[in-house]
DNA sequence: TGACAGGGGGTGT
DNA sequence: ACACCCCCTGTC
C-alpha cells in the first residue's frame, strides 16, 4: 500500500469520487472564491484539492474539466452525501439569480460577475456561522482560521483521525473565558463566552432566529455580545439563505467609495445604498464585490 | 535571523 | 473617538 505524505490519515478511507450537478462550469478562482473567500473558515487547499469541515461533515473537493467532484471518507459518505448539496445550495440556480441583478446598467458588477463566473453563497450551519464571524473582527482570513481551527482541536470532538468538528454553543458554554483565549481569540473570547452563556439560558434561541425574516432575525442577532451589524449580516448571508443581508466591511467600503464615489460614506450609509441599488439580491452582488476587491486590492 | 512596528473583513462605551 | 487583544505581515 503507497502512502503519500499529503495522506490525511493513514486510516481514513475515501469514498470514489462523484460528481456534482453544478448550473456552469467553474473555474479555480471562482470555487476559492467560494469557499475561501471570507464565507467560511474551514477549508484548506493542498494544491487542487479542497478540504472542508462543516458539523460531523469533512469532504473533498476538486474541479475536473470544469466539473465538481466530492469524496468523503467511508464513515462519514452518507452524512456528506445528505448534507453537501444544502450546505453548498446546489439547488439555488445561482447564474439565474446572478442574471437578475443590475449588471445591465452597472458596469463595475458586470466585470466582477465576468470575473468570478458561478460564484455563490453557502447555506452553513447557523450556529457555527455565528461562531466564526464572532472571531472575524479586525481579523484577516488566516488568522480567523487558525482560531476557528484551534476551537475545534481542543473544544470540539474528532470526526475523522486528524480533522475536529467545531465545539457545539451548548459545549462551548462549559469552557472558561481564559481557555477559550488560549485559541488566540483576544477579546473575542469574551463575546464569545458570553453569548455561549446566552445560548444556553434559551434553548431553541438560535434555531428561532434562524427560521425569522431577514430584520427581525438581524435584530436578535445584535442582542448577542459581539454581534453588530456587520456579523449579523455575515451570518445571515452566509448561514441562512438571506440573501437581502448586505455585510459592510472595509473592503465593501472601500469598494464602493472607490468604485461608486462613495468617497466618506458611512457604513449605515453604503448599506442602505447597497439594499437599494443592488435589491433584494444585494448580499450575492456584496460576494462578486468583495471577490473582486480582494483579488484587485487597490487597483 | 530576528526584532519591531503597523495594522487588521468590528463592537461597545 | 478610542479601547479592546494580539497575531500576521512586511520591513529593516
Not at 109 to 132: D, K, N
Not at 177 to 196: M, N, P, S, V, W
Request: overall charge positive; some cysteine.
Amino acid at each position: 500500500m503507497s502512502r503519500s505524505p499529503r495522506n490525511q490519515g493513514d486510516s481514513t478511507r475515501f469514498s470514489d469520487w462523484q460528481s456534482l450537478p453544478t448550473r456552469v462550469a467553474l473555474t479555480p478562482a471562482t470555487l476559492a472564491e467560494t469557499l475561501d473567500g471570507g464565507q467560511s473558515f474551514r477549508w484548506q487547499q493542498r494544491e487542487d484539492l479542497w478540504s472542508g469541515t462543516w458539523t460531523e461533515s469533512l469532504v473533498e473537493l476538486r474541479l475536473h474539466g470544469g466539473l465538481l467532484e466530492w469524496r468523503a471518507p467511508i464513515s462519514l459518505q452518507k452524512n456528506v452525501a445528505t448534507s453537501l448539496p444544502r450546505y453548498l445550495a446546489l439547488e439555488t440556480d445561482w447564474p439565474a439569480l446572478t442574471d437578475s441583478l443590475p449588471w445591465r446598467s452597472d458596469a463595475h458588477l458586470a466585470q466582477c460577475i465576468a470575473a468570478f463566473p458561478g460564484l455563490s453563497l453557502l447555506r452553513q450551519p447557523f450556529g457555527e456561522t455565528l461562531l466564526g464571524f464572532l472571531c472575524s473582527a479586525t481579523k484577516q482570513i488566516v488568522q480567523i482560521k487558525q482560531m476557528v481551527a484551534l476551537l475545534a482541536k481542543n473544544h470540539g470532538a474528532p470526526i475523522s483521525p486528524d480533522t475536529f468538528r467545531l465545539p457545539t454553543w451548548a459545549e462551548i458554554a462549559e469552557v472558561t473565558e481564559k481557555d477559550l483565549r488560549a485559541c488566540l481569540l483576544g477579546f473575542r473570547a469574551r463575546y464569545i463566552h458570553q453569548t455561549a452563556l446566552f445560548l444556553a439560558q434559551r434553548p431553541g434561541w438560535l434555531e428561532e432566529t434562524e427560521q425569522m425574516p431577514y430584520l427581525a432575525a438581524k435584530a436578535r442577532l445584535m442582542e448577542l455580545p459581539g454581534v453588530g451589524e456587520k456579523v449579523a449580516d455575515c451570518v445571515l448571508l452566509f448561514g441562512a439563505g438571506k440573501l437581502e443581508a448586505f455585510p459592510v466591511d472595509t473592503w465593501v467600503l472601500k469598494s464602493l467609495a472607490r468604485r461608486y464615489g462613495l468617497n466618506d460614506w458611512k457604513p449605515a450609509q453604503v448599506a442602505h445604498f447597497g439594499r437599494t441599488h443592488f435589491g433584494p439580491l444585494a448580499g450575492l452582488a456584496q460576494q462578486y464585490l468583495f471577490a473582486w476587491e480582494r483579488r484587485h486590492g487597490g487597483r
